[in-house]
T-cell receptor, first 114, second 119 residues
C-alpha cells in the first residue's frame, strides 16, 4: 500500500531564515505530487504541483519554491521566511489515471514563523 | 464568486443519528470531480468519498454517502449513524476540467464545516 511521509512535523523558525520541508511517497511510481498550505481555520490552498521529476507548476507567486529531485520526493523551500508563511503545510499525491485522481494527504507540517 | 461554498461553519449531531453537511459548487466545466475530506484535530486530511460529474449514481462509502444534485450544483455529504470519532472538520473540494489539463490537478476547497458529535 502507499504511504506518504512529511517532516518535520512541527517547526518554529525566525523571520528571514531559510526553510526546507520534505515529502516522500512509498508504494507507487511516478505519482503527481502537491504542496498545499492551510491558514488557521481555513481551507487548503494549492501552492505547487508536479507531474514528474523536475516538473514544477506554481499556483501562487510568493517567496516559496518547490523541487522534485527524485520520483517520489517533493521539497518545499524558502530562502527567507516571512511572518505570513506561518501555517499548516500538507503534501499530497495522486496517480495519473482518469477516474482515479483522488489526492491523498500526508500528516502535515506545522510552521510557525516568529 | 466562490467555487465551493460550505454554509455551515459548525454542526451538532447526536450520536447514532444521521447528519447532512452542505456543499454547493460553481463551475462551467462539464467534467469535474467532487471530494469530501475529514480533518481531525491531528490535522491530517482523510479522503472520504468521490463523485465524478458523469457518475449517474450517488457515491457511497460505508457510512458516508454523497447526495449529488447536478442541476442544483450541490454535493452534500451524509453521515449515517454518527460516532464520536466523526467529530472533526469536513471539507468539500472540487477538481475542474478534463483529467490531464493543468486545471484538473488543482483541488479547490471550501472553508469547511466543524462537526461535533454529542454522546
Amino acid at each position: 500500500s502507499q504511504t506518504i511521509h512529511q517532516w518535520p512535523a512541527t517547526l518554529v523558525q525566525p523571520v528571514g531564515s531559510p526553510l526546507s520541508l520534505e515529502c516522500t511517497v512509498e508504494g507507487t511510481s511516478n505519482p503527481n505530487l502537491y504542496w498545499y498550505r492551510q491558514a488557521a481555520g481555513r481551507g487548503l490552498q494549492l501552492l505547487f504541483y508536479s507531474v514528474g521529476i523536475g516538473q514544477i507548476s506554481s499556483e501562487v507567486p510568493q517567496n516559496l519554491s518547490a523541487s522534485r529531485p527524485q520520483d517520489r520526493q517533493f521539497i518545499l523551500s524558502s530562502k527567507k521566511l516571512l511572518l505570513s508563511d506561518s501555517g499548516f503545510y500538507l503534501c499530497a499525491w495522486s496517480v495519473d489515471r482518469v477516474g482515479r485522481e483522488t489526492q491523498y494527504f500526508g500528516p502535515g507540517t506545522r510552521l510557525l514563523v516568529l | 464568486a466562490q467555487k465551493i461554498t460550505q454554509t455551515q461553519p459548525g454542526m451538532f449531531v447526536q450520536e447514532k443519528e444521521a447528519v447532512t453537511l452542505d456543499c454547493t459548487y460553481d463551475t462551467s466545466d462539464q467534467s469535474y470531480g467532487l471530494f469530501w475530506y475529514k480533518q481531525p484535530s491531528s490535522g491530517e486530511m482523510i479522503f472520504l468519498i468521490y463523485q465524478g460529474s458523469y457518475d449517474e449514481q450517488n457515491a457511497t462509502e460505508g457510512r458516508y454517502s454523497l447526495n449529488f444534485q447536478k442541476a442544483r450544483k450541490s454535493a452534500n455529504l451524509v453521515i449515517s449513524a454518527s460516532q464520536l470519532g466523526d467529530s472533526a472538520m469536513y471539507f468539500c473540494a472540487m477538481r475542474e476540467g478534463e483529467w490531464g489539463m493543468d486545471s484538473s490537478y488543482k483541488l479547490i476547497f471550501g472553508s469547511g464545516t466543524r462537526l461535533l458529535v454529542r454522546p
